[in-house]
């Protein structure tokens, strides 16, 4: 387990800035290729109020093709290094399947690897995180970023990603990760219809009920379009509806572009959700 813990307390929830360092993410691809610049938007995620920043260095939007480890590492590495020099307090999450990636991440300072595979990618990698001891979060996804969203299909999304989730739980355990290292993600937008994606927040508790801490990822995705009308970079109060539904539904760990914003939703919605009346110390507002 890292030092800086992805548990929150109790009603505390923790931001994840998305730092993508590829080519062809669907919302920021291509801005931050230049280590530099990904360097000082980590920071100014930081600054904003992310608690862990979520380096990636493949883009798995609908589509996407695969890259290989070699380039995925040369685009990633240095932002780590970079970022770890820099001294932020801020968790580092490497966002990647492939041990030849997440070993050299670890190496230079990630604590945590975010598998959007949850373990299925590379079977080295349950090992390598039992060894290190970082946070693990395992996410759903119906088939892989290329094909996964042609007429996806289920019985029930909410029991079958549950099921997952829990076989995937049951291998890390059994390859030597603690519960306490393992975080889940129903993995919004990967192989989810519309449908799909609302469902799963309207009955994230069934996925809180789990035990694990619960991470959402629905940062300016396709559905919010699909509901909203707007364009990627005009999503940021359908994110915010999203985050705040779900951490009322149990989520505390929230995967976003937009820190500041959804940071300061949460702050109001834990602060509104966990307020004592009356408060133990008087406060004195204006407003
Ligand atoms: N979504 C994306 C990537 N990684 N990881 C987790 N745990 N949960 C998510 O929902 C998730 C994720 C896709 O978003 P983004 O990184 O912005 O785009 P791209 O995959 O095109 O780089």
């Known amino acids: 387990m890292s030092a800086r813990s992805t548990r929150p307390a109790s009603g505390r929830f923790r931001v994840m800035g998305v730092l993508n360092v590829t080519p062809d993410s669907f919302s920021d691809g291509g801005r931050y290729l230049e280590p530099d610049l990904a360097i000082a938007h980590g920071i100014e995620l930081e600054a904003s109020g992310a608690a862990i920043l979520d380096v990636g260095g493949e883009s798995t939007r ?6 290989g480890a070699r380039e995925e ?3 990633v590495l240095p932002v780590i ?3 770890v020099t820099s001294g932020g307090r801020a968790q580092i999450s490497i966002d990647t399947s492939k041990t030849a990636v997440a070993a050299p991440a670890i190496a230079a300072g990630a604590t ?3 598998d959007v595979t949850a373990l299925r990618g590379d079977p080295e990698m349950a090992a390598l995180v039992a060894s290190t001891g970082v946070d693990l979060c395992l996410m759903h996804m119906l ?5 996964m969203q042609r007429d996806p299909r289920y019985d029930d999304v909410v029991d079958d990603v549950r099921a997952f989730l829990e076989a995937r739980i049951e291998l ?10 393992i975080l889940l993600d129903p993995g919004i937008g990967f192989g989810k219809t519309l449908e799909h994606n609302l469902e799963l927040l309207r009955r994230l508790h069934e996925l809180t009920a789990l035990g694990c801490p619960v991470v959402v990822g629905t940062s300016r995705k396709a559905f919010l379009g699909a509901i909203t009308g707007r364009e990627v970079d005009q999503r940021v109060a359908a994110t915010i509806a999203t985050n705040v539904l779900a951490y009322e539904r149990g989520a505390r760990v929230f995967r976003v572009h937009d820190v500041a914003a959804v ?3 949460l702050a109001v ?9 009356p408060p133990r110390t008087p406060t004195s507002s204006t407003t």
């Open 269 to 277: 919605t834990a602060a509104t959700v966990t307020a004592r009346w």
């Open 62 to 67: 609908p589509g996407a093709s695969p890259v």
């Open 112 to 114: 945590f690897v975010n």
């Open 172 to 181: 890390a355990l059994a390859a030597g990760v603690s519960e306490q290292q």
């Open 81 to 83: 290094e970079g970022l």
């Open 143 to 147: 088939g892989e970023p290329r094909t």
């Open 73 to 75: 590492l040369r685009r």
């Open 263 to 265: 940071r300061d939703a």
